[in-house]
């Protein structure tokens, strides 16, 4: 699998508002209303992770979601990362 | 309300499992057999955390969900983090 350094990643993420390559990973930050509205989407984004196989590192503290793709296999960001952002992009 | 400082909250830990005192916390690492538990699991969490208007730090890799009980208004460990994770452990 072909993995993305941060200048190949930036161009990726001109598509992904306000995602960020940090770390050979993608992440966002995301914000709810409330708990529920957070979890709610945390479920989303795991139904989405389970149909790709490929799972994101999650944090969650009440209203806030942090998420972070990266690809263990090929020890940094490939498509597998920016389709699944993608996907996680459309929830909205 | 009365917070607990380590040796206080190791008193209570006594009946927790696996759940130890981190920086004014009471953490533990959850695994599950996949994504599909670890989900499900984070799901029952957040549903007794709503009824607890108490809600988690939370952490999830793949099958790994680490929990991070805290009191952010009295800055420290109090009984709404026992009783949590009290509640937590008899979804086992």
């Known amino acids: 699998m072909t993995t993305y350094n941060v200048e190949s990643a930036n161009i990726k ?6 995602w960020n390559f ?3 990973g993608i992440e966002k930050k995301f914000e709810f209303k409330n708990f529920s509205q957070a979890l709610g989407f945390i479920v989303q984004v795991g139904v989405l992770a389970e149909k790709a196989n490929h799972h ?6 009440y209203n806030k979601v942090n998420i972070r793709l990266t690809t263990h296999d090929a020890d940094g960001v490939t498509d597998k990362d920016f389709n699944l952002a993608t996907n996680i992009e459309k929830l909205f």
Do not use: F, H, R
């Not at 993420?13 to 306000?18: G, V």
């Not at 994101?56 to 503290?61: A, D, G, R, S």
């Open 22 to 24: 940090e770390n050979n």
């Open 13 to 18: 993420l001109e598509d992904l508002p306000d």
């Open 56 to 61: 994101p590192e999650l944090y969650n503290v």
